[in-house]
């Protein structure tokens, strides 16, 4: 069994938060689908409200400390990423932001995300794809098509049952899985056979057209 990298980044400000709750449950799933397809998973949890000062003095004096150096050093290393945000004024918070604000602005090309967000209402769902989505594909990141909104009324007995937020959680979890999946077969692939590249008993001559037989 392989053995994959996730860095979940929660950037509640509470202890505990739901925004944690909902980083937790996200990671819990996408874990048991790894295990599905006999890929093993460790996991690195990082509570941004732990690191405020520390990313604050770094956009102050372009320096990071040792603890914001080891989280920065966690998610740049990392081979997917679950990322989870309460909203504010109608997207990401500050903290979350500013975060994302010192990583290089190339750490998380190519890299698979799901995300994460939370917040009082309902309301507030359409941040995932109008906000924070944006900002993943803008630093080249691979977003799964799935975005985990979870409300104050998803925790209780008066969860929506249309679409609970459980079914939400598993499905954003096989996407993230799946992506990881595709990136290990990619990595997997003999870089020295011409087989990988051009199909089996296909030439050069053959994919450059109208020369079958070759």
């Known amino acids: ?22 980083a937790d449950r996200l990671t819990a799933s996408t874990v048991g689908a790894l295990a599905e397809r ?25 320096f990071a400390p040792a603890a914001l150096e080891a989280a920065i050093n966690t998610v740049v ?16 918070s500050g903290l979350f932001k500013s975060f994302i604000d010192v990583l290089d602005p190339d750490a998380l ?18 941040a995932i794809d109008y906000a924070i989505r944006p900002l ?19 925790w209780g007995a008066s969860a929506d049952e249309v679409a609970p937020l459980g079914s939400r959680v598993d499905r954003g979890a096989r996407e993230l899985a799946e992506a990881i999946a595709r990136k290990e077969t990619v990595a997997d692939l003999d870089p020295f056979d011409p087989a990988n590249y051009l199909g089996e008993g296909r030439s050069f001559g053959h994919l450059l057209g109208g020369l079958a037989g070759e």
């Open 109 to 126: 090309t190519g890299k698979p995300v799901l995300i994460g967000a939370n917040a009082g209402t309902a309301r507030h769902s359409l």
């Open 38 to 62: 006999e890929i093993q998973a460790s996991v690195d949890v990082i509570e941004l409200r732990d690191l405020a000062h520390d990313i604050m003095n770094n956009l102050l004096t372009g």
């Open 1 to 22: 069994m392989s053995t994959r990298r996730i860095a979940v980044v929660s950037a509640g400000l509470s202890n505990p938060s739901s925004t944690r709750m909902l």
């Open 136 to 154: 993943f594909t803008y630093l080249h990141a691979e977003p799964v098509s799935t975005g985990v909104f979870a409300a104050s009324s998803d």
């Open 77 to 92: 290393s990392a081979d997917a990423l679950i990322v989870v945000t309460p909203i504010f004024s109608t997207s990401y």
